[in-house]
């Protein structure tokens, strides 16, 4: 299913759980150190340095790009560390989260309640998703290096829904699924 | 005695950097394509085949497989009749590493003062560098570029020995289970037993090293690799924690004597980007 960004409200309520998506649009690239600053930029009620109704963050630092080259390799990286930043931009407007692996309980309640939803990218898979990415650029905090703030303009990213408005969560469905029974997982547990 | 240069150390550190992140081995390629033939969610499968589908671009383009080029392990095995020549071997595995991230475009990951400043320090550096002094007069240099991903779902435990191989079995599959998606599977699972707190997490980490599909020598190790892959692969994680039957590639374990009093257990989950490349100078 083809998805522009930034993501109005109507699309993010038509995506569910599993659903294969491929982004085009703008997306902004952010991890742990461009979220702490922009977490302190709404607390000190100043301007974020892009606007965030909308907005998705896709949770990346690349590699530095070869001459010739638009970006580096970018594959997501693991986006339980943004949670403790993840809320106050959901507040501010943000209404797509683009990384791998779980999210806190309180992000997950978080995206029911603000109307937005979590994609994951395939973890590993950095030169083959840098291909969706045609142009990049710094427009913030370009001291932190590979962590500074990018736009990002991307043609056919792909991704899939973790977490819908809804309440679902692809992890937790995916293992229900395909747990095998023979283990009980009482048995395996500490 | 033989003597062995800086200048070529440092030289072939660097290849070893750059070849490591664009080139996935033979092996971990083998691996993913007979768990694509063995059959998982239709998910999981699709998940192989971009992972097999960005090895192929990353070695054709000369490209780092994966953003994350981690922090760079070395690992040496000096020969003791082995004399370096031209500088000190510490500096001269710093440069190769200093150069190969400048050289290959490898992103630059480490910070300085990891709980104030966070300053990165901009050419990768320091290395971990890990030596081992053994018979013979030639140096064997590999270099493991280890990302955070996976890196951080590491876990040491402290079993008492009545825990037995029941209590190793829980904790593998414990630490696997709580890392669920975050580590990009499917992983290769290195596991310690035995030694000392510290020595038990270097030897779960070494345990990745061994090429993929080659079980512990020990046949009993062995069972006991094979035991732990099908129970980790029951968990129903899958390609990108997506759901399916292929959690892990392999588990690799690797096993020492321990204190009367100690069980030691260490696990170092290694990502699907299984990289590590070595040279014997």
């Known amino acids: 299913m083809k998805i522009s960004a930034p993501f109005t409200e109507e699309a993010v309520c038509n995506l569910k759980v599993g659903d294969a998506v491929e982004i085009s649009g703008t997306l902004y690239a952010a991890r742990d150190a461009a979220h702490k600053r922009l977490v302190s930029a709404l607390e000190n009620g100043h301007p974020l340095p892009f606007d965030p109704q909308g907005a998705v963050i896709y949770y990346v630092g690349p590699t530095p790009a070869k001459p010739g080259q638009v970006i580096g390799s970018a594959g997501p990286t693991t986006s339980y560390r943004m949670d403790p930043y993840a809320i106050p931009l959901l507040a501010a407007g943000v209404r797509g989260m683009i990384g791998k692996g779980g999210r806190s309980p309180e992000v997950k309640a978080a995206l029911q309640r603000y109307k937005a939803i979590y994609l994951a990218a395939i973890g590993g898979a950095a030169a083959l998703i840098a291909k969706t990415i045609k142009a990049a650029e710094v427009i913030a905090y370009e001291e932190l290096g590979p962590e500074a703030l990018l736009r990002l303009s991307v043609k056919d990213f792909p991704a899939v829904v973790v977490n819908d408005i809804y309440g679902g969560d692809l992890y937790e469905r995916g293992k229900q699924q395909w747990a095998s029974p023979s283990e009980p997982s009482s048995g395996l547990r500490g | 005695m033989r003597s062995i240069d800086c200048a070529q150390i440092t ?21 993913l394509r007979q768990a694509l033939e063995r059959g998982s969610s239709p998910q999981g499968k699709q998940v192989l085949e971009q992972l097999l589908e960005n090895a192929e671009i990353a070695e054709q383009e000369r490209v780092p497989m994966c953003q994350d080029t981690g922090y760079a392990v070395v690992f040496l095995e000096l020969g003791q009749e082995a004399h370096i020549i031209g500088g000190y071997l510490y500096d001269a595995v710093q440069e190769g590493i200093r150069r190969g991230y400048r050289e290959g475009y490898l992103r630059k990951s480490i910070v300085a003062y990891p709980f104030t400043r966070r300053a990165n320090t ?3 550096t320091p290395a971990v560098i890990h030596t081992e002094i053994v018979p013979g007069d030639s140096l064997k240099i590999t270099v493991v570029p280890k990302g955070a991903g996976s890196e951080n779902m590491s876990r040491l435990f402290m079993l008492i020995p009545a825990e037995g191989v029941e209590g190793i079995k829980r904790v593998v599959v414990r630490a696997v289970d709580e890392a669920g998606p975050n580590p990009c599977p499917p992983v290769i699972v290195g596991v310690g037993i035995g030694g000392t707190a510290e020595m038990v997490m270097l030897l779960a980490k070494k345990a990745l090293l061994r090429p993929l599909g080659e079980p512990n020598p020990d046949p009993e190790m062995a069972a006991l690799e094979h035991d732990l892959g099908q129970a980790v692969n029951a968990l129903g994680i899958g390609p990108a924690g997506f759901g399916g039957r292929v959690t892990a590639l392999a588990v690799h374990v690797e096993s020492f004597p321990a204190h009367i009093a100690s069980l030691p257990v260490g696990v170092n989950i290694q990502c699907n980007a299984a990289r590590h490349k070595s040279i014997v100078l």
């Open chain 2, 122 to 124: 901009k050419d990768n």
């Open chain 2, 11 to 31: 030289e072939t550190v660097a290849q070893l950097a750059i070849e490591a992140n664009y080139v996935l081995g033979a092996d971990v390629k083998a691996a």
